[in-house]
């Protein structure tokens, strides 16, 4: 025990080596992370589909594997071969492989490494601003489920509550231990973040009779009230809508007429704003008057 004790207090007062291993662990992180975007939804369907069955009693249901994140192994979509571990390494072996199925030559997303890239940095981040802190390491917690829900709400318009609803809750209990708001606040930041979108979306429905954004929307808003109080939820919708703003001036450029496009990355960009410079902003803000 102490000779961990020593290792640890050994990488802390070595900055370059503790920013190394920060951005390698959020390299392999963020790896892990793209199987997470890749297979929860999918995960998400096969379990809707079988309890559809069982709700039928269909005498033939479908006999298909349990999908989980470890199971099966990381494999080609198009060819079906296993990817080896030195074919997996974060970012290196993409590069090596050109962006390319070593066995078939199918593309690989550039958003594969893209996602280990920001993983790392963020990682980074958090260490350089909160320090060798259990706030560094929770901050890690909340930054990576925002990854995870940017990404899946990218492709699929979904913000699954598997990871909102923790996410929001382990904001609730890091409050009362050693989060970055009191209990209090994060109880309001929680109530108000579901709250305040809630009646933005029954205000556009009435309006307009169309459905503006799921409530998916409402619980990552929560979950980001819960982590950094009510006091932020402004900051975020504002930057949120802002963000949201620019990608959808860019979508509409890009494809020639407006689309439906997820609202979860702009909250979640929000969210990340917010946790590194939310108080310097609000200090700013309120200065100015």
């Known amino acids: 025990m102490n000779s961990v004790i020593q290792t640890i207090d050994l990488i802390v007062a070595t900055p370059a080596l503790a920013i190394t291993l920060v951005a390698l662990f959020g390299l392999l992180i963020g790896s892990f992370l793209n199987v997470v ?23 033939n249901p479908t006999s298909t594997a349990p999908l989980t994140l470890s199971k099966p192994a990381s494999h080609c979509p198009k060819c079906n071969s296993k990817i080896r571990w030195y074919q997996n390494l974060p970012v290196i072996s993409w590069c090596y ?8 030559a199918n593309p690989i997303s550039f ?16 260490y350089l601003h909160f320090g060798p802190t259990l706030q560094f390491l929770a901050s890690l917690g909340l930054l990576y489920s925002l990854i995870s829900l940017t990404g899946i709400d990218y492709d699929h318009q979904l913000l699954p509550d598997r990871i909102t609803l923790p996410l929001c809750g382990a904001g609730l209990l890091l409050s009362a231990w050693f989060g970055w708001v009191t209990p209090v606040q994060s109880i309001y930041g929680a109530i108000g973040g579901f709250v305040s979108l809630w009646l933005v ?39 949120g809508s802002l963000i949201g703003s620019v990608i959808g001036v860019v979508m509409i450029r890009l494809n020639g007429a407006s689309k439906p496009f997820a609202f979860g990355p702009s909250l979640a960009i929000g969210g990340i704003i917010s946790l590194f410079f939310g108080q310097s902003i609000m200090q700013w803000y309120l200065g100015m008057y």
């Open 201 to 239: 979306y029954k205000l556009f429905l009435l309006i307009t009779g169309k459905h503006g954004m799921g409530y998916g929307d409402f619980k990552l808003l929560a979950a980001l009230g819960a982590w950094l109080g009510v006091s932020q939820l402004p900051l975020i919708i504002l930057l």
């Open 111 to 126: 958003r594969y490494p893209l996602v280990e890239i920001i993983s790392a940095g963020l990682s980074v981040a958090a």
């Open 97 to 104: 492989l050109r962006g390319k199925c070593a066995a078939c």
């Open 37 to 59: 975007i890749h297979r929860v939804p999918l995960m998400m369907e096969q379990e809707f589909r079988r309890e559809c069955e069982e709700y039928q009693s269909l005498e």
